[in-house]
């Protein structure tokens, strides 16, 4: 399943990785080339919910290797396409093959964890190691031909479809009852909506420098492309070790402080990526990195134990709606560097962790899955910890 994962979010991390080229190779606007980021992330948002409804029914286990050809293949195509709208198209196509991923994948998983914040951690490793490997792709294949030579971007699709389609068969006697939805307890609608206005709040900063980090790099210290890619993969790479702290932290510290202290350091490494000129902002994008996703399984695990009887709607959201709404913001934060400069335009993601922050503030350690997770437990009790 994280190999899987990995060989999926490749595409997630594509998107951003190919905005320098769509700048230098097509002279897109950066507003125009964040329209591309918005384009992989706007139908994904609109219907990974109902991917997760589905789920919620029905184990939809042919969907795994489905979905990552469907990913695959959008990515592939957006380099050979002959107009911008049709980019935009087949960008949006290889959004709706990682939506259709993300709710089943996070189901399985939740199951065969049985609760274990490590297991559900390893899960999202395998997903920010294909975001991290993203980058180095990506600048492999460019080197190759430039933005014609995409179509090579499709091997991982075709190795995530075999790892998928390998683990259904292996796994089909005990897919059913491994996968079958959890029943017990009740669903926390208040506390789940707080918990998604903060992922939003830390989608839009993370989105934000996928998309103009390498850029950004680039102009603070004249590196050129490889200046740009190496803070791409600084961005992703310590995501994928942040992921596997953030499930040990949880388990010695709980979730909820380990969430909280992460928001308030992607506070301030952001404001130091933003504000500290030099060498050390990829010392500031290792930080903002580590904040962004130290929390990443723990938001998942987090919601679906708030939603215990709609697992599926609470992956579709955590793992993929409020994480995909953070594109919606790209061209925003586009418009404005175009309008003034990209740290002008980078600013403001200084103060979303703390919003973030905020409306953590309230929310209390939900009842986790298993026997602890029955109808009346509180909560509170370190037990259900």
């Not at 490590?118 to 430039?146: C, D, H, I, Q, R």
């Not at 897919?175 to 939805?181: H, K, L, V």
Request: charged share 10%; aromatic share 8%.
């Amino acid at each position: 399943m994280s190999l899987g994962h990995a060989c999926v979010d490749v595409y997630q991390g594509a998107v951003a990785a190919l905005v320098p080229y769509f700048v230098a190779e097509r002279t897109y606007s950066y507003a125009a080339a964040s329209g591309v980021v918005l384009a992989a992330s706007l139908l994904s948002s609109l219907v990974q919910p109902l991917f997760g409804v589905l789920t919620d029914r029905w184990a939809l286990p042919w969907l795994l290797p489905l979905s990552a050809l469907t990913a695959g293949a959008g990515v592939a195509l957006s380099g050979v396409t002959g107009s911008y709208a049709s980019t935009l198209a087949v960008v949006a196509v290889s959004g709706v093959g990682v939506a259709a991923y993300h709710p089943e994948a996070a189901r399985v998983a939740r199951a065969v964890a049985y609760g274990r914040h490590t297991a559900m951690s390893w899960f999202s490793f395998g997903g920010n190691a294909g975001f991290a490997l993203a980058p180095l792709l990506v600048f492999a294949v460019m080197a190759t031909g430039g933005l014609r030579a995409t179509p090579l971007l499709a091997v991982p699709a075709v190795a995530g479809a075999a790892l998928c389609a390998s683990a259904v068969r292996a796994a089909s006697s005990g897919a059913a009852e491994a996968g079958a939805p959890v029943t017990a307890g009740r669903d926390d609608w208040p506390a789940f909506l707080r918990l998604s206005g903060a992922v939003v709040c830390r989608s839009v900063v993370f989105v934000g420098l996928s998309a103009f980090v390498s850029l950004y790099v680039r102009e603070r210290t004249g590196g050129g492309e490889v200046a740009g890619t190496a803070a791409l993969f600084v961005l992703y790479a310590g995501g994928a070790v942040g992921t596997l702290a953030g499930g040990r932290l949880a388990e010695r510290y709980g979730r909820l402080a380990v969430v909280r202290r992460s928001y308030a350091l992607t506070v301030l490494a952001v404001a130091g990526l933003v504000l500290v000129p030099g060498p050390p902002v990829y010392v500031f994008v290792a930080l903002a990195s580590a904040g962004l996703y130290v929390p990443f399984s723990l938001h998942i695990t987090l919601g679906q134990d708030c939603l215990p009887r709609r697992v599926g709607t609470a992956s579709g959201v955590t793992l993929g709606l409020t994480v995909s709404v953070g594109g919606l913001a790209a061209p925003l934060l586009g418009a404005l560097a175009d309008a003034t400069s990209l740290r002008t335009a980078l600013l403001p993601l200084v103060a979303l962790p703390a919003v973030g922050r905020l409306l953590l503030c309230r929310l209390r350690e939900p009842a986790p899955p298993g026997p602890a997770a029955t109808e009346g437990a509180d909560p509170r009790d370190p037990a259900a910890r």
